[in-house]
């Protein structure tokens, strides 16, 4: 069954979660299609994400991210922004890094406010 059919019996598939690449002028694009995805910079939200840690994937159904987005799909397909590790308040204040496992396996921290994670994880 596609990923897109099953909207249609009321189960949210969960969101392909992607690097973003960039395109010679630097611009940040979909990494499945090439579209420039710039303008959709901002928080995400990832549905039933792979949260490295148990206690994190048990509390959460769906993690708030900042990032980029490609709507060019019939799925969902988010590309989160890369943070250099747990400390993401050199990034945007308030925002904590969490680790999640991306659609090609590999382990990468991304940005979530912080108090989604203090009002799940205590
Ligand atoms: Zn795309």
């Given at each position: ?10 189960i ?25 995805v ?33 709507e ?8 989160p ?7 993401a308040s ?17 382990v ?15």
């Open positions: 069954m596609s990923r897109a059919g099953l909207g249609r019996f009321g949210v598939p969960p969101t392909v979660v992607r690097e973003p690449t960039r395109d010679a002028e630097n611009i940040p694009v979909c990494p499945e299609c090439g579209h420039p710039v303008k959709s910079k901002g928080s995400q939200r990832i549905e039933k994400p792979d949260l490295v840690h148990v206690a994190l994937t048990a509390a959460f159904d769906e993690l708030i991210t900042f990032g980029w987005r490609c060019r799909h019939p799925y969902e397909i988010v590309l922004m890369r943070v250099g590790g747990e400390d050199a990034f945007v204040d308030g925002w904590t890094g969490v680790e999640i496992r991306f659609s090609d396996e590999h990468r921290h991304v940005a979530t406010p912080e108090r989604e994670v203090s009002e799940h994880v205590e």
